[in-house]
């Protein structure tokens, strides 16, 4: 069975794209605060989402809508009617991370596969037999906090199907659980559906050295022609104890590409692509790239040497939690 | 308004940690939450006082409550979960995990880890067995208000985080052990030597936050000063005070004086000025624009309303 | 690990001359005609521009003398350029291929930030809402261009894959046919 490639689409363009380069699967989200990628300029409307599952029906794609944002009290509806829609439009699947939430769609649309986000930041086997039996959970996203053993030992303990993070942005708190971007900003990945948002963030060029703030906190300093990450907080340059650095994380981006065949013997069913931010062009380049990897691997054939790098943040990758070392 | 006493969330020797809860039993608290809740591997170190400390509360009229930890992955993490459900003690949740080992329709707490933003989220563990919800600190005031109603209809019990080091993260990574250059597996227990968080500032020298082993927390401490007023009308029935090193019963007697109306709106914080003034107060999750913002501009304390 | 690095073209010498001298203002109303022709075709770039659709946007070629201060102005845009610096609600600075490279798809503009081909200033939001408009848009100017100049087309869309191949700079919307 050739592991399936699960890649995100922020723009009907890039959904597009990734199904032209080969994605088996996209994930994408209503532009609105039901999705954790709710930026500027991005993501579907109602017409949008029909048509873009459409040609992805057309052409063997499957379609997966994100409504893993954890709802706000006073105004559920705005999510009850996300799940509805997400329905209606023909979605395969919908990834959802709320309790009250997976209650209200396991009672009211029971004919909707359901995922669980990995906002809903599930790492170990007792509790995601736990989420299948409550609320019918047929698919896992596994916070990207377990090494490829652990991943092994929870498939071994229950059928759900696991999908992991191969490729893109690393979140190195477990996710869902974390309010460091509304502690600085106000906005946060659980109500929000950002992380560090761009309305937060402040660049000063000065003599080519470039300052990156995050709601007025200064997150990193980058000398001329030095590469340039994004100013997440968890990545960010700081002093603690005398000692000053990338305390929690370098600025970095994961690629398991190498993992695959690890990942693949690990008993996990898909492999995930961050990114529905970043643009169609990195889409369908990384999509190309992991097609190839697990056609090979399904064919026998070497893993081909990947290129990736300069589409990574801070050019830097690293394998994040799947090797155990990284903790 | 009752008050609970959080988990201890810093690693304290086995001698300070008996010394905390043996002086809880003076304390004019409501309800203790006991046990660890960041990092497993400090356990071994304190584990068989816990009991002792659990039954002296107890004497001592205090409601005891036993938490989880806030991210279960090992197989050892699991059974520790499992074996708490069978104490014979209420458990507080932090990790869902511990729910595939309570029986339905038995009572359990929810702890602030867990993310309870809504009222079906609130609704599904009542009727799951929550008897009691401290909700998440990122919750604005006006999340609250629903969800105190929410609750108050099922019968359940609503708590807010009411002072100390916002628990902002928590991750597989240990950052005590990372900064220290050791790996999580051989981290020597770095966080010990920070009994109430590592400050993080940034390059330009302003604080941010403060680390805790696998834990992230905020620099500032939270104080609900401010609030309490508000709160109280929404329906909270209890503020949560989390352990720090010093001065503890001392707070746990200024908080209770101010939800007893002894003290006015904005003389909680100033006491607190007074008697810490190198540490900063945040409210900002519950009324500011974020986190880290403080309503107490003025060192004066205003009339109550 | 190491990084393969992808060499972003400069600018021909010779335009960056020309637009030493050339009048400005005929060049503006001509790339504003030109703008208003695209906002025709793409109505959902503007919508998902959002609350930014008032915006200006100040973008650089730092190897030109010039910049374009564009105003999408809810579907009726403007490009004005000018010689001086020019300030706006966000500046996105690059060289020019850089910039057209976005704009056709053929870099991703995330990948160019890290890499500092790219600055970012002012209000990065309303950048990053322009950037993510523009991508899913699916723009070719060339393409636009050669509709506009009618029976010249043909002629014209030789000298534009000349120019393609002399300078390396992206002027088309590349290829993106089936791969599987």
Redesign the interface.
């Known amino acids: 069975m050739v592991m399936e490639i699960v890649c995100p689409a922020g723009t009907p363009a890039a959904l597009r794209a990734a199904v032209k380069a080969g994605a088996h699967t996209i994930y994408c989200g209503f532009n609105d605060e039901t999705n954790a990628r709710n930026f500027p300029g991005l993501n579907f409307d109602r017409t949008e989402m029909r048509s873009g599952i459409s040609f992805a029906h057309e052409h063997g794609a499957k379609v997966l809508v994100a409504i893993n944002t954890f709802p706000r009290a006073g105004s559920e509806s705005i999510w009850h009617h996300a799940v509805a829609d997400a329905e209606t439009c023909g979605a395969d699947a919908v990834i959802l991370a709320d309790l009250g939430l997976l209650d209200h769609t396991a009672r009211n649309h029971p004919g909707l596969r359901r995922h669980l986000s990995v906002q809903a930041a599930a790492a170990n086997a007792d509790v995601i037999n736990f989420y299948a039996e409550t609320f019918g959970v047929r698919r896992v996203v596994l916070p990207r906090v377990l090494s490829v053993h652990e991943i092994s030992a929870i498939n071994a303990e229950t059928d759900v199907e696991t999908e992991v993070f191969v490729f893109g942005g690393l979140c190195v708190m477990a996710e869902g659980r974390c309010s460091l971007s509304s502690y600085a900003t106000g906005l946060s990945p659980n109500m929000n559906g950002v992380c560090s948002p761009a309305s937060h963030v402040e660049y000063e060029e000065d003599d080519g050295a470039l300052d990156a703030r995050l709601g007025g906190y200064l997150i990193h300093r980058v000398e001329r022609n030095a590469p340039a990450p994004y100013p997440t907080l968890c990545k960010g340059c700081f002093s603690a104890g005398g000692k000053t650095g990338h305390l929690f994380e370098d600025p970095v981006s994961l690629n398991a590409e190498r993992l695959i065949p690890q990942l693949q013997k690990a008993g996990v069913t898909a492999l995930k692509i961050e990114g529905r931010q970043r643009s169609k062009s990195y889409v369908a380049q990384v999509v190309r790239n992991f097609r190839a990897a697990v056609d090979a691997l399904d064919a026998g054939r070497p893993l081909p040497q990947g290129m990736l790098a300069r589409l990574s943040e801070g050019q830097a990758m690293t394998t994040g939690a799947y090797k155990k070392t990284w903790r | 308004m009752e008050l609970t006493v959080g988990p201890n969330q810093f690693f304290w020797s086995a001698e300070r940690w008996e010394s905390f809860y043996s002086d809880l039993t003076q304390s004019t608290v409501d309800r203790v939450v006991i046990g660890e809740l960041v990092c497993s591997k400090r356990l071994p170190f304190y584990q068989d006082r816990i009991p002792e400390a659990v039954s002296r509360l107890l004497d001592a009229g205090k409601e005891v409550t036993l938490t989880t930890l806030?991210?279960?992955?090992l197989?050892r993490?699991?059974k520790l979960t499992a074996e708490l459900a069978d104490m014979g003690v209420m458990v507080e949740i932090n990790?869902?995990?511990a729910?595939?080992?309570i029986p339905n329709g038995c009572a359990f707490s929810v702890g602030p880890?867990v993310?309870?933003?809504?009222?079906?989220?609130?609704?599904?563990?009542a009727s799951r067995g929550a008897r009691r919800i401290c909700l998440?600190?990122?919750?604005p005031v006006?999340?609250v208000k629903?969800?105190a109603q929410?609750a108050k209809d099922k019968g359940v019990a609503i708590e807010v985080w009411g002072h100390g080091r916002?628990p902002?993260?928590?991750?597989?990574?240990?950052?005590h052990?990372?900064?220290n250059g050791r790996?999580?597996?051989n981290c020597q227990f770095a966080c010990e030597d920070d009994p109430d968080g590592?400050?993080?500032?940034?390059?330009?020298g302003?604080p941010?936050?403060a680390?805790n082993g696998v834990q992230?927390l905020?620099d500032s401490y939270a104080c609900t000063d401010h609030q309490i007023d508000l709160l109280r009308d929404a329906g909270v029935s209890a503020l949560r005070l989390s352990p720090q090193a010093d001065g503890f019963l001392e707070l746990c007697d200024l908080y209770r004086r101010r939800v007893d109306g002894v003290l006015a709106q904005g003389e909680l914080g100033q006491a607190m000025r007074d008697k810490h003034p190198d540490i900063r107060l945040s409210d900002?999750?519950l009324t500011?624009?974020?986190?880290?913002e403080w309503s107490g501009t003025s060192d004066q304390p205003s009339k109550a309303p | 690990m190491s990084v393969p690095q992808t060499q972003i073209p400069q600018c021909p010498v010779a335009l960056a001359t020309a637009l030493r001298f050339v009048p400005l203002v005929p060049l503006s109303l001509s790339l504003t005609a030109f703008s208003r022709r695209i906002a025709k075709a793409h109505p959902d770039m503007f919508r998902r521009l959002g609350k930014h659709n008032r915006a200006l946007f100040v973008l650089d070629p730092t190897d030109l003398p010039v910049v374009l201060l564009l105003k999408p102005n809810n579907g009726l845009p403007t490009i004005t350029v000018s010689r001086q610096h020019g300030d706006g609600t966000a500046r996105i600075s690059g060289p020019l291929a850089a910039l057209l490279g976005l704009v056709h798809g053929a870099f991703d503009g995330d990948a160019l930030f890290f890499s500092r081909d790219l600055v970012i200033q002012g209000d990065t939001a309303a950048a990053l809402a322009l950037r993510n408009a523009i991508d899913d848009a699916e723009l070719d100017l060339a393409h636009e261009v050669t509709i506009v100049s009618g029976p010249l087309a043909r002629s014209l869309e030789q000298v534009i894959a000349f120019a393609e191949r002399r300078t390396g700079l992206c002027l088309t919307r590349p290829e993106d046919s089936l791969s599987w």
């Open positions: 806030a991210l279960v992955t197989k993490e699991l990790d869902l995990t729910l595939a080992y880890l993310n309870v933003y809504n009222e079906s989220t609130v609704n599904w563990l998440p600190p990122e919750l006006e999340s629903v969800l929410a916002l902002l993260a928590i991750s597989g990574r240990c950052y052990a990372r900064l790996s999580k597996d590592l400050d993080v500032v940034t390059s330009d302003v941010i936050m680390m992230t905020s900002g999750f500011g624009r974020c986190g880290a």
